[in-house]
T-cell receptor
Framework: GAVVSQHPSRVICKSGTSVKIECRSL??????MFWYRQFPKQSLMLMAT?????????EQGVEKDKFLINHASLTLSTLTVTSAHPEDSSFYIC???????????FGAGTRLSVL | GENVEQHPSTLSVQEGDSAVIKCTYS??????FPWYKQELGKGPQLIID???NVGEKKDQRIAVTLNKTAKHFSLHITETQPEDSAVYFC?????????????WGAGTKLIIKP
């Protein structure tokens, strides 16, 4: 299957700092990517849809100024958690659909721990 | 909007036995149903999917069945092995234009007992 690379896999930061997470489609182009948040023992919660060359679409209740998304190229989307606080600690996962087949491939996830 | 329900939340089976996980969906326009396996600390991995024009699909020990009338689909794993232990998620999607959004089930923790 297609490969989606997500970095970093784990980040620990102090409260108030910003953290950037990268999501890359390695062997295909993705005009759309998705960012999810997952709490322990729960399902994936869609945060936003990243659109190449235009603004991201955020789900209800997700602060766009808190979770900045940039989709600057057809293979890279970034999620920046600004002024992170302990309640932002979570597992963040990105995904990208392959063109024409609508199959989503996921990154390995990023475990964010805010102290 | 679409809603996907998944059962059971936890399933424990003896190694070698079969495991069945069931999902129901509410939007009759949904036409794509993938199943993902998620191991601890990792991203979900697509293991099998089915589209609404097919009633059953099989890949070695894994099969998925779809009943469009009843709006439910199931994952079947035969001859279970310890490495099958993971959390499994079903999802539904109404593939139209460029909308790839998946609606997720709550997940099933599958435990394979040696």
């Amino acid at each position: 299957g297609a490969v989606v690379s997500q970095h970093p896999s784990r980040v620990i930061c102090k409260s108030g700092t910003s953290v950037k997470i990268e999501c890359r489609s390695l062997d295909f182009q993705a005009t759309t990517m998705f960012w999810y948040r997952q709490f322990p023992k729960q399902s994936l919660m869609l945060m936003a849809t990243s659109n190449e060359g235009s603004k991201a679409t955020y789900e209800q209740g997700v602060e766009k100024d808190k979770f900045l998304i940039n989709h600057a190229s057809l293979t890279l989307s970034t999620l920046t958690v600004t002024s992170a606080h302990p309640e932002d600690s979570s597992f963040y996962i990105c995904s990208a659909p392959t063109g024409g087949r609508n199959i989503q491939y996921f990154g390995a996830g990023t475990r964010l721990s805010v102290l | 909007g679409e809603n996907v329900e998944q059962h059971p939340s936890t399933l424990s089976v003896q190694e070698g036995d079969s495991a069945v996980i069931k999902c129901t969906y509410s939007d009759s326009a949904s036409n794509y149903f993938p199943w993902y396996k998620q191991e601890l600390g990792k991203g979900p991995q697509l293991i099998i999917d089915i589209r609404s024009n097919v009633g059953e699909k099989k890949d070695q020990r894994i099969a998925v069945t779809l009943n469009k009338t009843a709006k439910h689909f199931s994952l079947h794993i035969t001859e279970t092995q310890p490495e099958d232990s993971a959390v499994y998620f079903c999802a539904a999607s109404r593939v139209a234009d460029s909308n790839y959004q998946l609606i997720w089930g709550a997940g099933t923790k599958l435990i394979i007992k040696p």
